[in-house]
């Protein structure tokens, strides 16, 4: 009987702290996607309409009427690549591309790289979750001139993507 107070007490206090729990959603405002093909889900803002699957099932793009985009994928690590490799994969993909990173993190099984593109009119962040089995991440693009309510959305999905089940 105690652990099942300490328990509905520990429960209470993370529900009151707005914090969700593993497996669950409640980030109002935001709906979830997951993918069944490489294990992962992510929290996206409500006003973002899915554009489908795609067509090997590794993810979904999705767009909101303001010109913000969002795509969200996954896909095997057969060879094994480390976050430090993935970051310089990610960063040669940036400068091919034309954009401006203003910041880059890698920690343990993640990184995180951000910028600008088209002349600075848009920002672009980055997340990818890199295990020796799969990678899976996302990435929004806005517009500058919205970048506070963007700046809050991407947070909140960076905390929410996660790794759930083995890729199939």
């Known amino acids: 009987m105690k652990r099942v107070r300490s328990t509905i007490g520990l429960l209470a206090l993370l529900i009151c702290a707005g914090q969700s729990l593993p497996g669950v959603h409640a980030q ?11 294990g992962y889900r992510i929290a996206y803002p409500a006003d973002f309409i899915p554009q489908g699957e795609s067509e090997n099932g590794d993810g979904q793009a999705f767009k909101n009427a303001a010109g913000a985009e969002l795509r ?3 896909n095997l690590n057969p060879l094994g690549e480390t976050v430090t490799e993935a970051l310089r994969a990610e960063l040669d993909r940036c400068a091919d591309a034309g954009r401006r ?7 343990k099984g993640f990184l995180v790289i951000s910028g600008y593109e088209a ?16 990678q899976v991440g996302f990435e929004l693009v ?9 700046d809050r959305d991407a947070a ?8 759930t089940s083995r890729p199939r």
């Not at 848009?122 to 089995?133: E, G, T, W």
């Open 72 to 74: 969200a994928w996954g």
């Open 28 to 38: 109002p405002g935001f709906l979830s996607y997951v993918n069944a093909r490489f």
């Open 119 to 134: 002349g600075d009119a848009r920002i672009f962040y980055l997340k990818k979750l890199v295990s020796p089995r799969r």
């Open 156 to 163: 909140v999905m960076a905390n929410s993507l996660r790794a």
């Open 101 to 107: 990173v203003t910041y880059r993190r890698a920690g």
């Open 142 to 150: 806005y517009p500058a001139a919205a970048r506070e309510r963007y």
